[in-house]
């Protein structure tokens, strides 16, 4: 009996011993460009809402300066802020010719993005993980050599505003992730910003826009669901910016370089203005001095700083593609060059310490809490969250796992560590830990059990003893009762 009862107990140790084989968490990152931290304020948007009490939403998250589209994806995907990462604008520039390439051609200028910064689809893809991306800004390129799995570009001219085609591209990378058993996708929407550049954030079409958005939300979670990815598909949806109202008309001063005392154009080599309310020159040689101190002060909501004295909130200054004088203008305005050629009603662009410029974030899935509500917290933590739930170990980055964790579920599981070859060593060694514990448990029984029987042949011995030694019984003696 003791000995089935061993055996039942080493068998299950041995299971016990053996974690249960979880399916391995993936990761889908999507963008919504331009979804300022407050869309939802004045719009029903019921599938957020309902994202927001199965997963984690953020009060708001802060972006890298500068604040425009291709920088501030890179930084999502490398966790790095754009000083760092190296691609610093949404245009490709060449200073010594004077070319300046759009943002759509830009996607494809490979040294533009490939300078020394991986991003985690490499990352995951050399550590045995499946990488996959369809529109996000970086996807047309190779980083040292490589591209990831499997990308999609969209051509140029694109409806960004379609949903058909929103839902025909979930589907998409829902099947990535079933059929090809893809670990990580980055999806990129490019509205509500289009519509919010159009016609103000402030305006109808907007709202109309964040509801287009929510109900492409709930579609998501129904083909997660429809493709059976609920155990292991983890969502982050959040985007590079926010965006704010342009003012326009009697009520400013426009901020028009050219009309600026003692400031010239022919004092350039090379200029990046006429692009929302940033801007970046090049001085000619010995002129540096010259155009700074005519722009320092010219206007009252033009901010105008040497590259090596901008904020240090910013990161903006450590790099070699930056220029020497960088400028930006307080919320509202935008920097024109020769006269005003800017008629977006919304803009983006500005600190990113201005609340307009700050996007939302939710996440969902097996690896977060439900119903948590986190504070604000920046953009470049993003990267090494994802890592950590796909286990693999980040590139050097900016970010903080430590800032973040607490929206998990649990801390384990999902280590760097935890790869496949290391998970299978963990198995055999709780396996055998397993093992040798119930091994020392038998032995244990087995010393007890001898000594039991050592003892029980101890006392009969001496019973017998005693019995052999004890006088005959007189038959005439008497026994007295009391």
């Known amino acids: 009996m003791l000995w089935a009862a061993s055996l039942c107990l080493l068998l299950a140790s041995a299971v016990l011993g053996a974690p249960?084989?979880?399916?391995r968490q993936k990761v889908l990152l999507i963008s919504f460009d331009g979804f300022r931290w407050d869309y939802d304020r004045d719009v029903d948007t019921p599938n957020l809402d309902k994202m927001a009490v199965d997963g984690v939403k953020a009060l708001y998250?802060?972006?890298p300066y500068l604040t425009i589209t291709s920088p501030t994806h890179f930084t999502l995907l490398t966790g790095r802020y754009i000083e760092n990462h190296g691609v610093i604008h949404n245009m490709w520039f060449d200073t010594t010719s004077g070319q300046k390439w759009p943002y759509y051609q830009s996607l494809f200028v490979n040294e533009w993005w490939d300078n020394g910064t991986l991003p985690i689809w490499i990352t995951a893809q050399r550590q045995g993980r499946k990488a996959g991306s369809l529109h996000f800004p970086g996807t047309a390129c190779t980083y040292d050599g490589e591209t990831a799995m499997i990308q999609e570009v969209e051509p140029i001219l694109y409806d960004y505003k379609n949903e058909t085609a929103w839902q025909v591209n979930t589907d998409k990378v829902m099947g990535w992730f079933r059929d090809q058993d893809l670990d990580f996708v980055s999806l990129y929407f490019g509205e509500p910003d289009g519509t919010g550049h159009r016609h103000g954030p402030d305006s109808p079409q907007r709202r109309e826009m964040v509801a287009q958005v929510d109900r492409q939300v709930g579609y998501i979670r129904e083909s997660v669901n429809r493709h059976e990815l609920g155990d292991r598909l983890n969502i982050i949806i959040t985007a590079d910016h926010g965006m704010s109202t342009v003012l326009r008309g009697g009520l400013v001063e426009e901020i028009i370089l050219s009309k600026i005392p003692g400031f010239s154009f022919s004092d350039l080599s090379f200029h990046l203005v006429d692009y929302g309310p940033?801007?970046?020159?090049?001085p000619k040689p010995g002129m540096l001095d010259k155009v700074y101190n005519a722009l320092k002060g010219a206007h009252p909501h033009l901010h105008v700083y040497k590259k090596e004295d901008m904020p240090e909130h910013l990161h903006f200054s450590k790099n070699e593609r930056i220029l020497p004088i960088i400028l930006w203008a307080d919320i509202g305005y935008v920097i024109n060059g020769y006269f005003p050629v800017q008629f977006n009603k919304g803009e983006h662009g500005y600190d990113n310490q201005e609340m307009d410029m700050k996007p939302f974030f939710r996440a969902v899935g097996p690896a977060f809490h439900r119903n948590l509500q986190v504070g604000p917290f920046e953009t470049v933590n993003i990267y090494p969250l994802m890592c950590h739930i796909l286990g693999i170990k980040p590139e050097v980055n900016d970010g903080n796992l430590n800032v973040v964790r607490h929206m998990l579920a649990?801390?384990?599981?999902?280590?760097p560590e935890t790869t496949p070859e290391k998970?299978?060593?963990?198995?055999?060694?709780?396996?055998?830990?397993?093992?040798?514990?119930?091994g020392g448990f038998l032995i244990i029984v087995f010393i007890l059990s001898l000594a039991k029987k050592f003892t029980r042949k101890s006392h009969k011995d001496r019973r017998e003893d005693i019995s052999d030694n004890l006088p005959e019984k007189d038959e005439d003696s008497k026994v007295t009762s009391f």
């Open 20 to 23: 249960t084989n979880k399916p």
């Open 61 to 63: 998250v802060t972006p």
């Open 278 to 282: 940033s801007g970046m020159l090049l």
């Open 423 to 438: 998970a299978q060593n963990s198995i055999r060694h709780n396996v055998f830990t397993g093992l040798a514990a119930v």
């Open 410 to 415: 649990t801390s384990e599981a999902t280590t």
